[in-house]
Every structure is written in structure tokens, then in C-alpha cells.
């Protein structure tokens, strides 16, 4: 069954802001770690952003500052709000808890 699913990806000019969503059909979503990675053309995935159960968030330097990792556990969803895009944002977005991966999303960023 699908576990993971990802939407909100679109295609913004640079200096655009996005918010992409996770929607999670885990057990125990209140507890889990969930992660953010992006995966551009003929790169290695990147690691973006985690939230834990309990709230405390990190970011890659890459991010920092620019995207916001959130979760709302009454609706097992995890969000990146996504803030003064680059043209370098440009990849397939995933989330993940574990080794449970969604499908993707693409965002895109003109310049």
C-alpha cells in the first residue's frame, strides 16, 4: 500500500515560494523522524531537512534559512515550505521516515 505520498511541486520563478506536503498512512506518524531529500538530474540524493516525534528540526546548509520543515500529526502530514527559491532547487522532492520513500514530486524553478 502506498505510504508516502508527496505533492505541491510546480514550476515558480526564482524568488518564488512553494509548499510541498507529505501525506503519511504510517503507524505511530506522531512518533516517526520524517525527512526531506531532493534528487536533481545526474546528482546524488541530498538530504534537506528532519523533524523529529517531538518537533526538533535541522537543515542542510544548502536550505537553511530558506525552507521550513513542519508537521501536523492530526493529519499525518509533514510540509517543506519552500522560501526565495533558486534555480538550483530544481529536483524531484521526497520524503521519507525510515526506509519508507514516497514517489516524488518535481519542482522546478525558472530563472
Known amino acids: 500500500q502506498v505510504q508516502l505520498v508527496e505533492s505541491g511541486g510546480a514550476l515558480v520563478q526564482a524568488g518564488g515560494s512553494l509548499r510541498l506536503s507529505c501525506a503519511a498512512s504510517?503507524?505511530?506518524?506522531?512518533?516517526?523522524?520524517m525527512r526531506w531529500y531532493r534528487q536533481a538530474p545526474g546528482h546524488q540524493r541530498e538530504w534537506l531537512a528532519i523533524i523529529t516525534g517531538g518537533g526538533l528540526t535541522n537543515y542542510a546548509d544548502s536550505v537553511k534559512g530558506r525552507f521550513t520543515i513542519s508537521r501536523d500529526n492530526a493529519k499525518n502530514t509533514v510540509y517543506l515550505q519552500m522560501n526565495s527559491l533558486k534555480p538550483e532547487d530544481t529536483a524531484v522532492y521526497y520524503c521519507n521516515s525510515g526506509d519508507i520513500w514516497g514517489q516524488g514530486t518535481q519542482v522546478t524553478v525558472s530563472s
Open positions: 504510517l503507524s505511530a506518524f506522531s512518533m516517526r523522524t
